[in-house]
């Protein structure tokens, strides 16, 4: 049977900050789900990870399909007039346009899609990240299916031996959706390339070149493209299928226990290292660390599985200890050079009148 995947997600109100959307917020999102979405869709999981709440969404409509698109919209709407109610903070920030357009895509949540034929048995991972952009996903997704280092299946498994072919998106340009395909492994390093550069170049698709089959999906969105302006990090979404002709779960699983240093953090403007953190988790220490989470699911004629829940295991307790270390490393460092993020990142901000003002007073020493 062929199904899709949606993962929609949007920051529609938080408690105390940026700490976590709240149960009372979820509910009334899941509740609209329910009521509305039953005839739509084969299945559906809502959850938080930091501020943000994503539905993951099980159909047979087909990506960018518009009543899905405008269930979800419609869903976060009616939680946003909630958090209205209650009061939280930044109720409804991430939905930037006022009227729904058939797409959810560029009116500020995240959205990340797949279709494709489901196998006998399909597995498949989904991750959501707070406090951080979609450029965070480069490294680990890179690591994990190109790197026999992360990926012993490159070597081990005749199926994954003619690798993987990535579509990257260059999301500095705004006037439509700018793309390159690269191979792997013939053109590992020109993709090491483009993807050393976390916020201009993002992965947005990754393929097996063995059946051609979508392996993952990720969220390109960047906020301030949209707004203009500086409305919170833009928080990236992602679906990985494994096993068989893909990376196995724990070889996805794996890059993430670098905790490699990511853009956002406090404000969106540092550098942090990102977090695998388990569902649900909140933000914390200077709103952040950026986190990541993942449930793991099988799904079979559009039903999902109950999540598993992939970063709860003691192992990762463990890596959240060094991930800390590693916090506190840079955060040492207060607003000293690669601690914060580089004047164009900044640009959409805050800072930029302060820097015009005091550009004024300088003066050329003849
Ligand atoms: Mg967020």
Known sequence: ??????????????????????????????????????????????????????????????????????????????????????????????????????????????????????????????????????????????????????????????????????????????????????????????LAALLRDNERFVIEKIHSRSSGDLAASVSTTRLHNIAGKYTGKDDPVMLVRVQGEFPATGEVLAPFAKGHYVAGFMRGSHNGPLMPVKQNEAISFFDGPPVVSCAAFCVHEGKLTEAADAFDHPFWDYVRGRVSRKALDIRDQGFSGPAMLGYSELEYGGIVEKIQDLDKRFKVRK
């Open 1 to 190: 049977m062929r199904v899709t995947l949606s993962v929609l997600k949007a920051d529609i109100g938080s408690i105390g900050g940026h700490i976590k959307p709240g149960e009372r917020l979820k509910s009334r999102v899941r509740e609209f789900i329910e009521d509305k979405g039953t005839k739509l869709i084969h299945d559906y999981f809502l959850s938080s990870t930091g501020d943000d709440i994503a539905i993951l969404i099980s159909h047979s409509r087909g990506e960018g399909n518009s009543d899905i698109h405008k269930l979800a919209w419609d869903a976060f709407k009616a939680g946003t007039e909630l958090a209205k109610e209650m009061g939280l903070y930044g109720a409804g920030q991430d939905l930037l346009k006022d009227a729904f357009s058939g797409n959810i895509k560029g009116m500020g949540p995240a959205v990340a899609e797949m279709e494709f034929e489901e196998r006998p048995n399909e597995p498949f991972l989904f991750f959501a990240a707070d406090k951080t952009d979609p450029g965070a996903y480069n490294l680990p997704l890179y690591l994990g299916f190109v790197d026999p280092m992360y990926c012993s299946g490159l070597i081990l498994s005749p199926k994954m031996s003619k690798g993987f072919k990535f579509d990257i998106m260059d999301v500095e340009h705004t006037e439509g959706d700018r793309l390159v395909s690269l191979n792997a492994p013939e053109e590992l390093y020109d």
